[in-house]
């Protein structure tokens, strides 16, 4: 049977186009909250990915570095965990490629930060070398127990990320063979809305939180105060800040 090639087209677009406005946009509202708390405190935040995802986590990285900058503001930290490809065949070939991301945070990790972990399915399911994204679960791990948030973009009902995630962007497509492809295409739409939206808050930050003042600016200038009610208000299966070791509900 031959499939048409504008058949094809169509279906794709339109099935984008459902998806796009499924998206969880309480989620993406929370994760912008957390990168501006961030920024609020001098954190950095650290980006990863596999596969795709890694392109994606590279691509996050620069344009939270680059394209949030603010006149008079001082600028966001951020690197990615996928760009040193030494150091990532260091530790694939000593230690396993499960510990690439862990081992690269381990002497830089700090409450203050944030891990933007990107994954397909969310850390879940297997192939032909074992687990998929088997070294996101460690790097998770990490994060949690220094008390540093995560923020996670996956698919495929969001998988690991989903539940160990301070956030988790879920982007609701499930079914192959479109499903990977929307996933990845619309984390790089999301990744670009973060960026738009986090660039405004830093933009509009008050005097408190200017480029002379230190990296604790005053409370009332963190996400808590603003209409959305801060990052703690999320829908039921989002972990509260809480709920990881190292911080209070006051943040």
């Given at each position: 049977m031959v499939i048409r090639t504008d058949t094809i087209v169509d279906n794709y677009l339109t099935t984008m186009e459902e998806v796009v406005r499924s998206l969880?946009?309480?989620?993406?509202?929370?994760?912008?909250?957390?990168?501006?708390?961030?920024w609020l405190r001098g954190g950095t935040v650290f980006t990863l990915g596999n596969g795709g995802s890694a392109s994606t986590a590279s691509?996050?990285?620069?344009?939270?570095?680059?394209?949030?900058?603010?006149?008079?503001?001082?600028?966001l930290k951020a690197l990615a965990l996928v760009d040193n490809v030494p150091l990532v065949s260091a530790w694939t070939n000593d230690s396993g490629f499960g510990s690439v991301?862990?081992?690269?945070?381990?002497?830089?990790?700090r409450a203050e930060d944030v891990?933007?972990?990107?994954?397909?399915?969310?850390?879940?399911?297997?192939?032909?070398?074992?687990?998929?994204?088997?070294?996101?679960a460690p790097a998770v791990a990490l994060a949690r127990s220094r008390g540093a948030r995560v923020i996670g973009l996956s698919g495929f009902g969001g998988g690991l990320l989903r539940d160990e995630a301070d956030v988790c962007i879920v982007v609701p497509a499930g079914q192959e063979?479109?499903?990977?492809?929307?996933?990845?295409?619309?984390?790089?739409?999301v990744h670009h809305l973060l960026c738009v939206a986090l660039r405004q808050r830093i933009a509009g930050a008050g005097p408190d939180a200017g480029p002379d003042a230190g990296p604790d600016a005053g409370p009332d200038a963190g996400p808590d105060a603003g209409p959305d009610g801060g990052p703690d208000a999320g829908p039921d299966g989002r972990?509260?800040?809480?709920?990881?070791?190292?911080h209070s509900q006051s943040g």
């Amino acid at each position: 049977m031959v499939i048409r090639t504008d058949t094809i087209v169509d279906n794709y677009l339109t099935t984008m186009e459902e998806v796009v406005r499924s998206l969880p946009r309480r989620a993406i509202q929370q994760a912008v909250d957390i990168l501006y708390e961030c920024w609020l405190r001098g954190g950095t935040v650290f980006t990863l990915g596999n596969g795709g995802s890694a392109s994606t986590a590279s691509h996050l990285a620069c344009d939270l570095a680059k394209a949030t900058m603010a006149p008079g503001r001082r600028r966001l930290k951020a690197l990615a965990l996928v760009d040193n490809v030494p150091l990532v065949s260091a530790w694939t070939n000593d230690s396993g490629f499960g510990s690439v991301f862990a081992e690269q945070l381990e002497p830089w990790l700090r409450a203050e930060d944030v891990l933007v972990a990107l994954s397909v399915h969310g850390g879940s399911g297997d192939g032909d070398a074992g687990p998929w994204s088997q070294n996101l679960a460690p790097a998770v791990a990490l994060a949690r127990s220094r008390g540093a948030r995560v923020i996670g973009l996956s698919g495929f009902g969001g998988g690991l990320l989903r539940d160990e995630a301070d956030v988790c962007i879920v982007v609701p497509a499930g079914q192959e063979p479109l499903g990977t492809p929307l996933v990845e295409s619309l984390h790089v739409a999301v990744h670009h809305l973060l960026c738009v939206a986090l660039r405004q808050r830093i933009a509009g930050a008050g005097p408190d939180a200017g480029p002379d003042a230190g990296p604790d600016a005053g409370p009332d200038a963190g996400p808590d105060a603003g209409p959305d009610g801060g990052p703690d208000a999320g829908p039921d299966g989002r972990r509260d800040r809480g709920d990881l070791p190292g911080h209070s509900q006051s943040g």
